[in-house]
């Protein structure tokens, strides 16, 4: 059974930076792209960022050059490193990770900023 788990939320003022942690386990195999959502206080769903097991980035416009994903495709782990965070980045984040086209999301991680 796939098991995603998230760590490094909490709360941090505004300018400050958080670095999201996501480790897959429970295939044999290798997990495909993996990604960061986030949902809003306004319940908005929105995606952040995702990486492909090549290493290629998306990032939605609101983060681009604030947020950086990465990957270590040996630990089956996925990095969100959070720079100039505003309290717009306020949300639950989401972990998620394929494996054969199915997805598979964690339990989420809360990131408040607030001064």
């Known amino acids: 059974q796939v098991r995603v788990m998230e760590s490094g939320g909490g709360l941090v003022q505004p300018g400050g930076s958080l670095r999201l942690s996501c480790r897959a386990s429970?295939?044999?195999?290798?997990?495909?792209?993996m990604g960061w959502y986030r949902r809003t206080p306004g319940n908005q769903r929105e995606l952040v960022s995702s990486i492909t097991s090549s290493g290629s980035t998306t990032y939605a416009d609101s983060v681009k050059g604030r947020f950086t994903i990465s990957r270590d495709n040996a630990l089956n782990t996925v990095y969100l490193q959070m720079n100039s965070l505003k309290p717009e980045d306020t949300a639950i984040y989401y972990c998620n990770v394929y494996l054969y086209s199915q997805p598979h999301w964690g339990q989420g991680t809360q990131v408040t900023v607030s001064s």
């Open positions: 429970g295939s044999r195999f290798s997990f495909g792209t």
